[in-house]
Structures are given as structure tokens and as C-alpha cells.
């Protein structure tokens, strides 16, 4: 299995967490964004145990960097803009997978109606990418800044995320003779409190009449071609780096010392039986 | 004998003004001449509720078609005002200023040296 750690550090100088969860959990991609410091120093972290295998992959997206625990020649850019990075990751005798990392607009300078239109704009971004490797291997990740069942991640023309593998494995659906294609969102599965998981991935309290409080901003969904490889047991949302706990006393993130963000780590099963 | 059907419209003149999408079309042959064609403009223009969308990409062809969304803009069927971003250009001049400040932005410097020095390194 793959490994995939990701996690919005909101500009936090956090490089030894992150090395801490990267090691603990033996991640083999690593997913940031919002990361304050330079790749090199993310890097020297890194790499400063036994094992000294992680490479920087280029990109041009700032907000979004990607290291992996090989060689970077194998997570080839395929394109990026302001928040959205894409990679082909084509590791030998894997199956190839088309890896979006995103880090969409927040609530707090975008209404609900623009985060969905943008939604729609990263979803033909998406497409065009599969089509350009020739494969619907996606795995899209990131903070969204939308929860699973908001307009932009369920609509059609949006994300067109469910929540169900049985209902995602129809592949796609037509509207008004549009063919959309899905994605199988495990996230659903993240909200409220269960035993040993936090209550979602983003606290947000404010005097308003609607409030969630827990948010699940931090995702990962998956095309039906990939979805049987993605086991939604494996997928957490992490609160401890270490013996350290990223959650203040009343269990919500502490977001003085750490990101007001907490960390996410999934698997995805590459390997192809010949 | 019914008459024949006259033709009712007036004489049609073509605006003088330079529709965006032009000026985005101009940009994006100049920076495949200006770079030997190691990196290509690409203007892609879309519909949506009366209003058209123009995203401009840096275009690699060295590295497998690899693209950069450098920006978006949008306007109606008037042409101008152009919005992009938070800005609203209200005449062509304002939308070449504009553009002109993009392009010579930092970041936009940064992007194109960062993706001619990547094809160099791969060919």
C-alpha cells in the first residue's frame, strides 16, 4: 500500500510534526499545503533518520508541496494553477494514478455560491487531466473548505461526490443528456464523535445561527477505477504527532501551537498482480 | 403577387473595439516565439449564463503538455468591462495595462524560468 499524509499547516512552523507523523506512520507521499518554511528544510527533516530517501517534486503551485518517499521522476507535474496541483504518479509496475492535491478558497472571503462555481471549474480541470494520461485513476485530496455535502462536492457539474461505493461504482450520470463523472467520497463517513477520532478535521465556532462547529474540510475521494483500492477503514484524521497531541484540552485543534487544521493519512493499493 | 420580404436590418458595423480574447490570443503566440517555442500560450474560452470565461495557460510540450493556469478572466457580450480577479477593466487600455502587469509580475517571471529551465534539463 501507498501511503498519502496530508495537511494544511496554516503557515505554522511545524516541519518537525510533520516529520514525526511522516515517520510514525511511514508515509510514503507527503501532501502539504500553507507550509511556511522552504522544501529544503522540509527535506533535512526528512531525511535526517537512517533512511535519507525523500525527494521535493517541482512544482509552481506554492501553496500546495509534494515530497515522496522516491523518486520524484516518477510524480510527474502535469499541471497547476494558484490551488490545484496535478501529478501522474507512475511508479514501476504500479498501477498509474492521477494525483489532485487542492487547497480551495475559504469560507471566510468566499460565499457557499462562488465555492461551488469553483467547483465546477476544478472538475473540468480534472477531467481534461484524465484525459490528457489516458486514465480515470484519480485521487483528488486537500482542503476543500467545503464539507462533503455542500453544492460544489455533490452537484453534478461540481465534484459529483456520493457517498456510497454501490452508487459511485454506476461510474457516472447523466443530467439533461450530460455525462458526469463520479467520485466516491469515504469523508462522509468522518463527522461526529466516534471512538478515538476527533469529530471532524476543522473547528470553527461562531455566533450564528447555523453552525456545524466540526467541519470535515480535509478529503479524499476517488474515482470508481480506483475506489476498490482505497480502504475507507485506513483513512484518519490524525491527532497526535508523537506523544504530543495536536488537540487542546477541550478537544479541539490547537491551533496555537499546531494548525487549525488537522492532519489527514489514507492508503491507496497500487500494485498491479501480473 | 405577394412582395417580396424586405430586409430590415441596417448596415452592420464591426466594433472597432479589440475583443480580451484577442489581446489573450496575441499574448499567447508571442510567448511560444519569444521562448523558441520550448513553452506555448494557450487561451481556452468557455460559456456559462451569458457571460464568457477566457483562462490563459503556460504550455509546456517538452514536459508531456504539462500546463499553468496563470489566470482567468470574464466578461459579457459588451467585451468591457473585462473582471478578473477583484479588478474590473473598463476599456481595452485598461485591460493591456493590466495584462502587462501580469506578465511582467514576478511570479509570472518565475514560472516561465522555472519551466524553461525544467525542459532544458529534460532535453
Not at chain 1, 76 to 96: E, G, I, K, M, N
Not at chain 1, 151 to 169: E, F, M, P, T
Not at chain 1, 194 to 218: I, T
Not at chain 2, 55 to 71: C, M, T
Amino acid at each position: 500500500m501507498t501511503k498519502f499524509l496530508y495537511w494544511n499547516t496554516n503557515r505554522k512552523p511545524l516541519t518537525s510534526a510533520i516529520a514525526t507523523l511522516v515517520r510514525a506512520h511511514e508515509v510514503d507521499i507527503l501532501i502539504l499545503s500553507e507550509y511556511a518554511s522552504s522544501p529544503a528544510s522540509m527535506l533535512q527533516a526528512l531525511n535526517s533518520g537512517a533512511r535519507a530517501d525523500f525527494q521535493f517534486a517541482f512544482d509552481l503551485c506554492e501553496r500546495i508541496r509534494i515530497f515522496t518517499r522516491f523518486s520524484s521522476s516518477f510524480i510527474r507535474a502535469t499541471y497547476d494553477d494558484d490551488r490545484v496541483s496535478v501529478r501522474h504518479l507512475t511508479l514501476p509496475a504500479q498501477r498509474q494514478v492521477l494525483i489532485v492535491a487542492v487547497h480551495l478558497p475559504s469560507k471566510r472571503f468566499w460565499s457557499e455560491d462562488s465555492q461551488a462555481f469553483e467547483c465546477t471549474e476544478l472538475s473540468r480541470t480534472v477531467i481534461e487531466q484524465e484525459e490528457k494520461v489516458g486514465h480515470r485513476n484519480t485521487v483528488l485530496v486537500g482542503d476543500l473548505n467545503m464539507n462533503p455535502f455542500e453544492k460544489g462536492l455533490v452537484s453534478a457539474n461540481g465534484l459529483n461526490a456520493v457517498s456510497s461505493r454501490q452508487v459511485a461504482s454506476r461510474g457516472s450520470r447523466h443530467v439533461l443528456s450530460r455525462q458526469y463523472p463520479f467520485f466516491f467520497n469515504p469523508m462522509w463517513a468522518h463527522f461526529g464523535d466516534r471512538r478515538g477520532h476527533p469529530p471532524g478535521s476543522y473547528y470553527y465556532d461562531r455566533a450564528e445561527l447555523v453552525n456545524h462547529y466540526w467541519n470535515v474540510f480535509e478529503q479524499v475521494m476517488v474515482r470508481p477505477d480506483v475506489m476498490e483500492r482505497c480502504d475507507g477503514e485506513e483513512i484518519k484524521i490524525l491527532t497526535t504527532p508523537g506523544d504530543v497531541s495536536l488537540l487542546r484540552n477541550d478537544g479541539t485543534p490547537n491551533s496555537k501551537d499546531f494548525s487549525d487544521h488537522l492532519p489527514l493519512l489514507f492508503e491507496i493499493g497500487l500494485k498491479e498482480e501480473f | 403577387m405577394a412582395q417580396p420580404i424586405p430586409d430590415l436590418w441596417p448596415e452592420i458595423e464591426q466594433s472597432q473595439v479589440v475583443p480580451p480574447v484577442a489581446i489573450l490570443r496575441e499574448q499567447a503566440a508571442l510567448l511560444g516565439k519569444k521562448t523558441n517555442y520550448l513553452l506555448e500560450g494557450r487561451v481556452v474560452t468557455r460559456t456559462n449564463s451569458g457571460r464568457f470565461f477566457h483562462s490563459f495557460y503556460i504550455v509546456a510540450p517538452a514536459l508531456d503538455g504539462y500546463e499553468y493556469k496563470l489566470f482567468d478572466i470574464s466578461h459579457d457580450e459588451r467585451l468591457y468591462p473585462v473582471q478578473i480577479n477583484v479588478a474590473s477593466l473598463n476599456s481595452e487600455q485598461e485591460f493591456m495595462e493590466h495584462i502587462r502587469d501580469i506578465l511582467n509580475s514576478d511570479k509570472t517571471k518565475s514560472v516561465v524560468s522555472s519551466l524553461l529551465a525544467q525542459v532544458k534539463a529534460t532535453s
